[in-house]
């Protein structure tokens, strides 16, 4: 899912197909550019690393703990 715009999906659930739109702003999550994800090597790699697991707000926690909520529900372990 990005950050950086829209993203369009389908489900399949019980023989149906449902489309749908994530926009990051509907979930409480600013859209960000692809470039500020972006590293140029191992050390800015290590920094972006360290901000997520050290919980601090960022682009790159965003994209994690967006992503890790679709792979929670995609695996029917919450409910939406």
């Known amino acids: 899912i ?16 449902t489309f749908f739109t ?5 979930l409480g999550i600013d859209y960000q550019s692809i470039s ?3 590293v140029e090597n191992p050390a800015q790699s290590v920094a972006k690393i360290t901000k997520v ?7 790159e926690r965003d994209m994690v703990l967006l992503n890790a909520a679709a792979g929670l529900y995609i695996a029917d372990a919450v409910p939406n």
């Open 53 to 59: 697991f050290s919980n601090i707000p960022s682009p």
């Open 36 to 38: 500020s994800l972006k």
């Open 2 to 17: 990005s950050l950086a715009s829209p993203t369009h999906a389908v489900e399949l659930k019980n023989h149906q197909l």
């Open 22 to 26: 994530i926009k990051p702003p509907d």
